[in-house]
């Protein structure tokens, strides 16, 4: 059988799940971030420098992780592609985060991307990871229990499809892209222009209100926290190469003068 899918049973149960983005192509950091305790993950390959076989060790990476609570991997292809979705469902990804769908039309295309026929387009893999090296019989005729679709909405006129992106089967929630969503409004560089928030979260209630999990990627604590209220069901609420940038700047400023030269010392 194939391995339960704890954030989709806690969206299907409308728990809220608090996410870590990471771009960072390294099983390593992977793990370590793993540990921290997020309820999942995300593993960007869009704007990030990785691929698949670095998203397979990140997967084995996040499985091996000591965690304080159980953290479930979604994976972010760099594309609504039916190819790339075949290769990271087969390593095992049971959680895709697809960017770019304007429309049901491009929803259900992914949504054929992730079923086997006659119920989708899904290629057949004999011995891929995903069903234990074959050794899961049952992994075909189950599979879709498991899996779980997230697609992107991150431009105003995407924003206009959401009950039509939320009434196709198949898609279990809706993200909301506030960066590119800021550039489709006329507002490139401004996520947080009071115009663009409006905007989110009108689409956040409308997202709840057609019965599909909302979710965003939020570094603001203030921000993320009203999109919660607001009945946001997966948040993203930091980043790795955030978190690292800002403590490295923050250390560095520490020991500069005002000049902006390091501060010499004898250790």
Same mark, same amino acid.
């Given at each position: 059988m194939p391995t339960p899918n704890l954030f989709k049973k806690a969206m299907a149960a409308g728990q809220a799940q608090i996410g870590l983005w990471s771009a960072f192509p390294s099983p390593y950091i992977t793990e370590l971030l793993t540990g921290?305790?997020?309820?999942?993950?995300?593993?960007?390959?869009? /704007?990030?420098? &990785?691929? =698949?076989?670095? *998203? !397979?060790?990140?997967? #084995? @990476? %996040?499985? $091996?992780a000591? #965690?304080?609570?159980?953290?479930? $991997? *979604?994976?972010?292809?760099?594309? &609504?592609?039916? %190819?790339?979705?075949?290769?990271?469902?087969?390593?095992?990804? #049971? +959680?895709?985060?697809?960017?770019? %769908?304007?429309?049901?039309?491009?929803?259900?295309?992914?949504? #054929?991307?992730?079923r086997y026929a006659p119920k989708g387009i899904r290629g057949m893999g004999g011995s891929m990871r995903a069903s234990n090296f074959g050794r899961d019989m049952q992994y075909v005729d189950d599979a879709d229990k498991e899996l779980c679709l997230l697609v992107q909405v991150e431009t105003a006129q995407a924003l206009d499809q959401i009950e039509a992106?939320? @009434? %196709?089967d198949g898609v279990d929630g809706i993200f909301i892209g506030p960066a590119d969503l800021s550039?489709?409004?006329?507002?490139?560089?401004?996520?947080? /222009?009071?115009? *663009? &928030?409006?905007?989110? &979260?009108? $689409?956040? +209630?409308r997202i709840r209100a057609a019965g599909k999990a909302p979710g965003? !990627?939020?570094v603001d604590e203030a921000r993320a926290r009203e999109c919660l209220a607001l009945g946001a069901q997966? =948040?993203? *609420?930091?980043?790795?190469?955030? !978190?690292?940038r800002t403590a490295a700047d923050a250390v560095a400023a520490k020991f500069k003068d005002s000049s902006g030269q390091v501060v010499q010392t004898a250790y």
């Open positions: 921290s305790g997020y309820d999942w993950i995300m593993l960007d390959t869009e /704007h990030s420098p &990785n691929d =698949v076989p670095q *998203v !397979l060790q990140q997967l #084995q @990476a %996040v499985e $091996a000591l #965690q304080p609570r159980p953290t479930s $991997a *979604v994976v972010r292809p760099a594309w &609504n592609d039916p %190819v790339l979705i075949k290769r990271y469902l087969d390593i095992g990804a #049971q +959680t895709l985060l697809i960017p770019f %769908v304007q429309n049901a039309d491009e929803a259900r295309a992914a949504v #054929q991307a992730m992106i939320a @009434a %196709v550039a489709s409004m006329g507002y490139p560089g401004q996520p947080r /222009h009071p115009v *663009v &928030n409006a905007a989110i &979260n009108d $689409a956040i +209630t965003i !990627l939020m997966f =948040v993203a *609420v930091s980043m790795d190469l955030i !978190l690292l």
